[in-house]
């Protein structure tokens, strides 16, 4: 930390160690007179998931963050397929050129961006086993966060990081909720060596599609292939027990959804080994009108603030841009939270909202696609649920540039100010 007699002195927690959380703890670090410190409920920090995909946007953070150069291990992804998983037809195929210069898009390990990431934040700066329990408002006095294990600690700023199931969200929104999707996720890593005899096929990144499901393959770098497959099913009738996120789960259970494949991918599925799976119940919670509380002592950043999923297949480049753009926010403004807390909802609020409005006209036209069918086929059906993908400028996500972002705010400030 860097002092400056002139700037604010700032404690700042920073609730969750996941992708948002260890981001803004790097960029906060780079900012005068603040002390941040990381409170993560796990007991070790690790990521349970299998790959994660970096793109465009995930880069230009993560080289601002200083982090770029440390996540050395992916697979580049410049093909990517959709396929009919029970016919084998290839449905689409986008090869994206590949640049001479700059990073190009991989999938690699959670765990690698991770321990990159946590490879930047100094040790001393985070608290694991803190399960944050509760915060009360102290007024002037700041905020007081009541941690599980009887630990109370005062900060003048909760970053609340944790995630789509956010306590900080719940106490400082005590409205909002959030519900469950009807999708389950089950993603498992496996030796590319114990499949490769299956199908060429699989060793191109891509979606195996039913009508409500899928199976996703990918190589995710050191020889390790990655299977996330995913079945949606009526909410309303199977939402009672869906608490799960990343516990494990019986092999005959997931392949007990996906038994309309080909017989290849039933026995990719089926190599997979016993305790290999991890099951994730997808939530979604509506957009929020602010993502500041308490007076400007709150802030969301990542899943928290946008509870949508992984929709975009993009939300740690989210998290991380959020925790970015708050540093970013807290300097200019010498750490005047009053000032600076503001600035970071009208930069990323907006972002949010475009992204619900994506979704939801997406899912109007798939709609209005499917009512044109009358009684659409197996094949229809599959055809529908990517047709509304191709073409679509989607370069306000995946291109993003957050410094540029960042600069043309800053430069609108210098003219107003
Ligand atoms: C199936 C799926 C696929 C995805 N694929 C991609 C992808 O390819 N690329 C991509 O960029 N994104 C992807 N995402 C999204 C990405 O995983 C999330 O957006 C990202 O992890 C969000 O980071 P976060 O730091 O906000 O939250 P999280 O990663 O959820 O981290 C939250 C942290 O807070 C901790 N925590 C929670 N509650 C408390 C508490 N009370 N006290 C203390 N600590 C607490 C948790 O233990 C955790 O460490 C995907 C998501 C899903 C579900």
Redesign the pocket.
């Given at each position: 930390m860097t002092v400056d007699a002139s700037v604010r002195q700032l404690r700042v927690a920073i609730?969750?160690?996941?992708?948002?959380?260890l981001a803004t703890a790097i960029a906060l670090s780079k900012i005068p007179n603040v002390s941040a410190t990381i409170?993560?409920?796990?007991k070790v920090?690790r990521e349970v998931?299998a790959?994660?995909?970096?793109g465009s946007n995930?880069w230009n953070v993560l080289q601002l963050l200083g982090v770029a150069d440390t996540l050395t291990s992916g697979h580049p992804t410049w093909t990517i397929v959709n396929m009919n998983g029970r016919s084998g037809e290839e449905l689409s195929r986008r090869e994206k050129p590949e640049l001479p210069v700059g990073r190009g898009p991989i999938r690699a390990q959670r765990t690698k961006l991770q321990s990159a990431l946590l490879s930047h934040v100094n040790p001393d700066t985070i608290q694991l086993s803190?399960?944050?329990h509760r915060m009360v408002d102290k007024g002037s006095e700041g905020v007081e966060l009541q941690f599980k294990d009887g630990t109370v600690v005062e900060a003048d700023l909760v970053v609340g990081?944790?995630?789509?199931?956010?306590?900080v969200r719940d106490t400082a929104w005590p409205d909002y909720e959030i519900k469950f999707t009807g999708t389950t996720?089950w993603?498992a890593l496996l030796p590319w060596n114990d499949v490769k005899d299956l199908d060429p096929r699989f060793g191109i990144t891509g979606w195996w599609h039913t009508p409500t499901t899928h199976v996703y393959f990918s190589h995710v770098g050191e020889g390790l292939w990655e299977i996330?497959s995913?079945a949606w099913q009526d909410p309303a009738i199977h939402s009672a027990n869906k608490k799960s996120w990343g516990v494990p789960v019986e092999n005959a259970h997931v392949e007990a959804h996906f038994t309309e494949y080909l017989p290849e991918i039933r026995e990719a599925l089926a190599r997979v080994p016993p305790g290999g799976w991890r099951e994730?119940a997808?939530f979604a919670g509506p957009e929020l009108s602010q993502l500041t509380a308490w007076n400007n002592k709150v802030v969301l950043?990542?899943?928290?603030s946008h509870a949508l999923?992984?929709a975009f297949?993009?939300?740690?480049?989210?998290?991380m841009e959020d925790g970015w753009i708050l540093a970013q926010a807290l300097a200019y403004w010498k750490n005047d939270t009053s000032k600076a807390l503001p600035l970071f909802d009208a930069i990323r609020l907006p972002y949010y909202s475009r992204m619900y409005a994506h979704l939801a006209s997406e899912a109007d036209k798939r709609t209005a696609k499917l009512k044109t069918l009358g009684n659409p086929s197996f094949d229809e059906q599959v055809k529908n649920k990517i047709i509304t993908d191709g073409g679509k400028d989607m370069s306000w996500i995946y291109q993003n540039n957050i410094e540029l972002v960042w600069k043309e705010w800053a430069e609108q400030l210098g003219r107003t100010s």
């Open positions: 609730i969750g160690g996941g992708p948002g959380g409170y993560e409920q796990a920090l998931g790959g994660i995909s970096i995930t803190r399960k944050l990081a944790d995630g789509i199931r956010s306590v996720i993603r996330a995913r994730f997808a950043v990542g899943d928290s999923s992984g297949g993009s939300g740690a480049g989210f998290a």
